[in-house]
């Protein structure tokens, strides 16, 4: 028996306004789901808040239930950590080495019953035991990032009670570590991106006035890191900073400010988090994320996790694999038989929103799930570059497209193209 911690806010509105239960997941996997109910409701249209009791509640192996403990993780939060970058067939095989730590430890903190109980599948059905408990006939659900990849879980499963699924900046029906992969090609691309627009203010950053010259600026400051880190922060807490960036545009100033600094001063303090990473709920994060994923279906093998490196070294001489996180499945100690269900002839449908250049789940994934939930409409932002986009972007068109399908449970009859603001504006100096 596994408890569910769930909260709830009651909606606003009248009896008459009233449409049922949203519950509402924020990512992952691994995310606290708990406080995102308070949090994601604020952000809500009104018109919603009136409509819906938000439900939020932490994962199976997360936060408050049952959370996974996978004690070191193979030296993952280690200060400084280890180059996660390997460039020569040594460091290929202590990068192996590593994964397989990692899977060692799993199996030793969370237990061999955890690490096949804590299944996006298992969640789904969680997330039924919910809407029994609350009494609603039907699950009506907004889920952003993998919350996308546990509601086409959910729409699959129980198709006759999935209600009106908003499906937010979504994960695509792939295997987890082809998902990875093609978020690291992803990352590459927006990064490009990232060095033209940094080039775009050099009075401000003073890292070059062209993408090259901020190309060559950033490698500068790889490797200084990883020959000398300083206070504990390497290449691959470097890695995790611009990983985390490169999803939001409002980011991208801060990790120019950071770079800038680092090169001029080798101070690091615009660089670090403002939360460590090896607090306890960064540790539960990392331990549910390989969980769950490693979970969810059969992983690589270690060939082609090194292949998959190889292939991004390919592209760039510094891929972000920070995201890489499906690779310790290669050596996991539970192998189940099959993949995630993902829709299909007789899945419930959903509205599914995307932003047409958001890196942290490439467009590519929203448009293959469509064609997997029947009747299914898509949402896209277009000259948008971020993650999370429904009462997220402030985005009109998005939002009254999405707002009318969660009052009327009526799907627009086509997909919906929305235009986005593109890329910040410099501050004027």
Same mark, same amino acid.
């Given at each position: 028996?596994?408890?569910?911690?769930?909260?709830?806010?009651? $909606?606003?509105?009248? &009896?008459?306004?009233?449409?049922?239960? +949203?519950?509402?997941?924020?990512?992952?996997?691994?995310?606290?789901?708990?406080? %995102? &109910?308070?949090?994601?409701?604020?952000?809500?249209?009104?018109?919603?808040?009136?409509? %819906?009791?938000?439900?939020?509640?932490?994962?199976?192996?997360?936060?408050?239930?049952?959370?996974?403990?996978?004690?070191?993780?193979?030296?993952?939060?280690?200060?400084?950590?280890?180059?996660?970058?390997?460039?020569?067939?040594?460091?290929?095989?202590?990068?192996?080495?590593?994964?397989?730590?990692?899977?060692?430890?799993?199996?030793?903190? $969370?237990?061999?019953?955890?690490?096949?109980?804590?299944?996006?599948?298992?969640?789904?059905?969680?997330?039924?035991?919910?809407?029994?408990?609350? /009494?609603?006939?039907?699950?009506?659900?907004?889920?952003?990032? %993998?919350?996308?990849?546990?509601?086409?879980?959910?729409?699959? +499963?129980?198709?006759?009670?999935?209600?009106?699924?908003?499906?937010?900046?979504?994960?695509?029906?792939?295997?987890?570590?082809?998902?990875?992969?093609?978020?690291?090609?992803? +990352?590459?691309?927006?990064?490009?991106?990232?060095?033209?627009?940094?080039?775009?203010?050099?009075?401000?950053?003073?890292?070059?006035?062209?993408?090259?010259?901020?190309? &060559?600026?950033?490698?500068?400051?790889?490797?200084?890191?990883?020959?000398? !880190?300083?206070?504990?922060?390497?290449?691959?807490?470097?890695?995790?900073? *611009? %990983?985390?960036?490169?999803?939001?545009?409002?980011?991208?100033?801060?990790?120019?400010?950071?770079?800038?600094?680092?090169?001029?001063?080798?101070?690091?303090?615009?660089?670090?988090?403002?939360?460590?990473?090896?607090?306890?709920?960064?540790?539960?994060?990392?331990?549910?994320?390989?969980? *769950?994923?490693?979970?969810?279906?059969?992983?690589?093998?270690?060939?082609?996790?090194?292949?998959?490196?190889?292939?991004?070294?390919?592209? @760039?001489?510094?891929?972000?694999?920070?995201?890489?996180? $499906?690779?310790?499945?290669?050596?996991?100690?539970?192998?189940?038989?099959?993949?995630?269900?993902?829709?299909?002839?007789?899945?419930?449908?959903?509205?599914?929103?995307?932003?047409?250049? @958001?890196? *942290?789940?490439?467009?590519?994934?929203?448009?293959?799930?469509?064609?997997?939930?029947? /009747?299914?409409?898509?949402?896209?932002?277009?000259? @948008?570059?971020?993650?999370?986009?429904? $009462?997220?972007?402030?985005?009109?068109?998005?939002?009254?497209?999405?707002?009318?399908?969660?009052?009327?449970?009526?799907? !627009?009859?086509?997909?919906?193209?929305?235009? /986005?603001?593109?890329?910040?504006?410099?501050?004027?100096?």
């Amino acid at each position: 028996m596994l408890d569910i911690a769930v909260s709830r806010v009651r $909606a606003s509105g009248t &009896a008459a306004e009233r449409r049922g239960a +949203l519950l509402v997941n924020p990512g992952g996997p691994g995310g606290s789901g708990l406080p %995102y &109910a308070v949090t994601k409701r604020a952000k809500l249209p009104e018109q919603v808040r009136r409509a %819906y009791d938000v439900v939020g509640f932490d994962p199976r192996g997360v936060g408050h239930s049952a959370p996974a403990d996978c004690g070191p993780m193979g030296g993952l939060f280690a200060s400084p950590g280890a180059d996660p970058l390997p460039t020569d067939a040594a460091g290929e095989r202590r990068h192996l080495t590593a994964l397989r730590d990692l899977a060692d430890d799993c199996a030793h903190g $969370a237990g061999p019953a955890a690490l096949g109980a804590l299944s996006t599948e298992a969640t789904a059905r969680d997330m039924d035991a919910i809407r029994a408990a609350l /009494g609603e006939p039907r699950t009506h659900f907004l889920g952003l990032s %993998y919350g996308s990849y546990l509601g086409a879980a959910y729409a699959t +499963l129980f198709p006759d009670r999935a209600g009106r699924m908003v499906l937010d900046s979504v994960v695509g029906p792939w295997s987890w570590h082809d998902f990875d992969v093609r978020q690291a090609a992803a +990352l590459l691309r927006q990064r490009e991106v990232l060095f033209g627009w940094l080039a775009g203010d050099p009075g401000r950053y003073g890292l070059g006035e062209s993408a090259g010259q901020v190309r &060559a600026a950033y490698a500068r400051a790889r490797e200084r890191l990883a020959a000398r !880190p300083v206070d504990g922060f390497g290449p691959a807490e470097f890695d995790r900073a *611009v %990983y985390r960036a490169l999803g939001r545009t409002e980011r991208w100033a801060p990790l120019g400010d950071g770079l800038r600094d680092y090169l001029r001063t080798g101070n690091v303090a615009k660089l670090r988090p403002a939360a460590p990473f090896g607090d306890a709920a960064s540790r539960n994060y990392e331990a549910a994320n390989r969980v *769950v994923k490693c979970a969810d279906g059969p992983g690589p093998s270690p060939r082609r996790v090194v292949a998959d490196l190889r292939g991004l070294r390919r592209l @760039d001489p510094y891929p972000l694999v920070t995201g890489l996180e $499906a690779s310790a499945c290669a050596y996991w100690h539970h192998r189940p038989r099959h993949r995630t269900p993902l829709g299909g002839p007789r899945a419930a449908s959903a509205l599914l929103v995307a932003s047409e250049h @958001d890196p *942290v789940t490439p467009l590519a994934g929203a448009r293959q799930l469509a064609a997997r939930l029947p /009747g299914a409409r898509l949402v896209t932002l277009r000259d @948008d570059y971020a993650h999370g986009v429904f $009462a997220s972007r402030g985005n009109p068109c998005v939002d009254r497209a999405t707002t009318a399908y969660l009052l009327t449970g009526d799907l !627009p009859a086509a997909d919906v193209t929305c235009r /986005g603001a593109g890329l910040p504006e410099h501050e004027a100096r």
